[in-house]
């Protein structure tokens, strides 16, 4: 009886892109909220609404430099005929009014200063005129309340800043630093331990021996974290050890929030990641019918969410892209978790895995007649250049072993397009 072939191509008995991300994200759980000075919370989501605690402006100011006034003594001012009031003080920015204003009265003021008492209206400077230090004339008339900036004006007390659920961003991180919350409730970024496995690894620094690789996943991991939000620490290479693993993963487990591991998820002899963890239940692995990035791990350790990669650096972008990615971002508590996707017309034929759902890496661009999605490469899970070319994934599904030049693929955006 002959020897039965595998099929690299079919998807039989493997788990569908969308069954293994219900896998991961039915156990990933929001870290719970705390507060944050506001340059940490940058980016994070509000765990609550936050309330402003005071009217913005507190104060009512001026809009312009000119003369705070009232409306009333300015009624019939015109150029021809100009109002003459004296002058009894002036106010500067950053202090409180020298003097009240009166019937008859005026006071210098500056923009963004607060309005003195009695005042209800700012000429602008350049409509008067002042023969000494003592008088103005004011050459028009005004109604009042103009050039006041109100007490309030922007926000009053106990108004929502930034709604439970927002991510802060730079407007949010200058409004409540205005009002007075410079330690918002937010979700925390999660705290990320990034490990490279095998033997065959070395630094970026380092020159390689024949059959020596240079270890690029851990620093595509790193900055796919940092643009995620969360916080990696790269914890370096971990030899082809299962003991070695442990005792690495364990030694991070307090400041952990979650473990990423490339490498070792295959069937080869030496898949460290399975040695390690397989016996122990806290991680299981799993195939999923996609190309690249087909054997995946996933588990908790210690509580902690562990996904476990394929070694090859496209499937370890496709792979964070499709299932990590938006576990970390759930951890943060974000709504969306999803990459923005658009429709775009192929520029050139894409084949791929009859069986699998294809990550196919496209330059993504816009025209007059649209979007469009030009392949970056071959297929191979090796080509970590064609990546860096991209900026999108074209999604051909399963079951389309060919996807011809001129059909609209549903494409999951990395990073800006341009055009």
């Known amino acids: 009886m002959g020897r039965t072939l595998h099929d690299h191509d079919a998807g039989d008995g493997l788990l ?4 293994a991300q219900r896998k991961v994200w039915d156990q990933i759980q929001t870290l719970r909220p705390i507060e944050l000075a506001l340059t940490e919370a940058f980016g994070c989501v509000a765990a609550a609404d ?16 000119g003369y705070a006034v009232r409306a009333a003594d300015i009624g019939e001012a ?13 106010v500067m920015i950053g202090h409180r009014p020298e003097a009240t204003v009166g019937a008859g009265e005026a006071v210098s003021i500056a923009t963004g200063a607060p309005i003195p008492a009695g005042a209800d209206t700012i000429v602008q400077v350049e409509n008067t005129e002042s023969p000494d230090r003592d008088r103005v004339r004011i050459f028009e008339a005004a109604r009042e309340g103009r050039h006041v900036r109100p007490r309030g004006e922007d926000v009053q007390t106990g108004d929502v800043l930034v709604a439970r659920g927002t991510r802060l961003g730079a407007p949010e991180l200058g409004l409540l630093a205005n009002a007075g919350v410079p330690h918002p409730l937010v979700h925390p970024r999660p705290r990320v331990i990034v490990l490279s496995t095998g033997d065959e690894l070395i630094a970026p620094t380092e020159t390689p021996d024949f059959g020596q690789v240079r270890d690029a996943n851990a620093y595509t991991l790193f900055g796919a974290l940092r643009e995620a939000g969360a916080i990696p620490v790269l914890a370096g290479i971990v030899a082809d050890d299962p003991e070695v693993l442990k005792e690495m993963v364990f030694s991070y487990e307090v400041q952990a929030d979650a473990f990423v591991s490339s490498g070792g998820v295959s069937v080869g002899e030496r898949d460290v990641v399975k040695a390690a963890f397989f016996r122990r239940g806290d991680v299981e692995f799993f195939k999923v019918a996609m190309q690249p990035g087909m054997p995946q791990g996933f588990g908790l350790v210690e509580g902690k969410p562990f996904f476990g990669l394929p070694g090859n650096p496209v499937s370890v972008f496709v792979s964070f892209e499709v299932l990590v990615r938006p576990a970390i971002v759930k951890m943060m508590g974000r709504a969306e978790v999803r990459r923005p996707t658009v429709e775009a017309t192929l520029t050139e034929a894409v084949r791929g895995p009859r069986g699998k759902t294809q990550f196919a890496r496209v330059i993504v661009r816009r025209d007059d007649a649209g979007w469009t999605a030009t392949p970056t490469g071959g297929r191979g899970s090796n080509l970590i250049s064609t ?15 060919t996807a011809p030049a001129g059909e609209t693929v549903e494409v999951m955006l990395f990073r800006a397009t341009g055009g």
């Open 16 to 19: 569908s892109v969308e069954e």
């Open 387 to 401: 990546i860096s070319r991209a900026n999108g994934l074209a999604i051909v599904p399963a079951g389309v072993e």
């Open 78 to 90: 015109t150029p021809d005929k100009p109002v003459e009031l004296k002058l009894v003080g002036r």
């Open 50 to 65: 936050l309330v402003s605690p005071a009217d913005l402006p507190e104060f009512a100011s001026s809009g312009m430099d």
